[in-house]
């Protein structure tokens, strides 16, 4: 059964394959607005079946303990996904921990959605997942996001050279964390 959490506005959403028409739509309105901050897709990565494929993905990825991945939709509008956060790379053991990543659609900018959805996500991963740290690396020419992150609460911690290909090139990336202060 997928689960959901809430915020004051929003409904943070596990999404399986019967919402790709949504997850699709999403995409396709932010593609262009996202495309500096992703890697290169495959011309086929909006497709429906491509799209519900992952979803399926996510799913069991969530199954496994590997990563939880949301939807974010307006609770007075649930159908229309509007973002994503997703905490990826769930490592268990000695690091207790993971990777968060976020988007947005363009049409949901300046009203705090964001911040908003990482705080929630944050809150699941520590009381929740019981983890210890959630990790987030941010280009540095991101204002927005290194907004997002300083807001929520997250503490700078490195600077990494060309950690992930975005776009088609190296890109450097800021390394944030929150670490879970109640975890022994």
């Known amino acids: 059964m997928p689960r959901t959490w809430e915020t004051d506005r929003l409904l943070l959403r596990e999404f399986g394959p019967e919402h790709a028409s949504a997850m699709r739509d999403y995409g396709l309105r932010s593609r262009e607005f996202q495309a500096p901050w992703d890697p290169i897709r495959p011309v086929d990565f909006w497709d429906l079946p491509v799209v519900a494929a992952r979803l399926a ?33 769930i490592v268990r053991g000695a690091l207790m921990g993971c990777h968060l990543g976020y988007g947005l659609a363009p049409d949901a900018l300046g009203h705090g959605y964001m911040t908003e959805a990482v705080q929630r996500t944050v809150s699941v991963a520590f009381c929740e997942l019981g983890l210890h740290r959630v990790e987030a690396n941010v280009i540095p020419r991101n204002v927005r996001s290194l907004a997002v992150l300083e807001r929520a609460g997250f503490t700078r911690e490195g600077f990494s050279a060309r950690y992930l290909r975005i776009a088609g090139r190296w890109e450097d990336h800021i390394r944030f964390a929150r670490i879970n202060d109640a975890t022994v």
Do not use: F, H, M, Y
Request: glycine letters at 10%; aromatic letters at 0%; a negative charge.
């Open 57 to 89: 993905g996510q799913v069991s990825d969530g199954a496994n303990d590997n990563a939880l991945c949301l939807c974010l939709t307006l609770k007075d509008d649930p159908e229309r996904v509007i973002g994503v956060a997703n905490l990826r790379n």
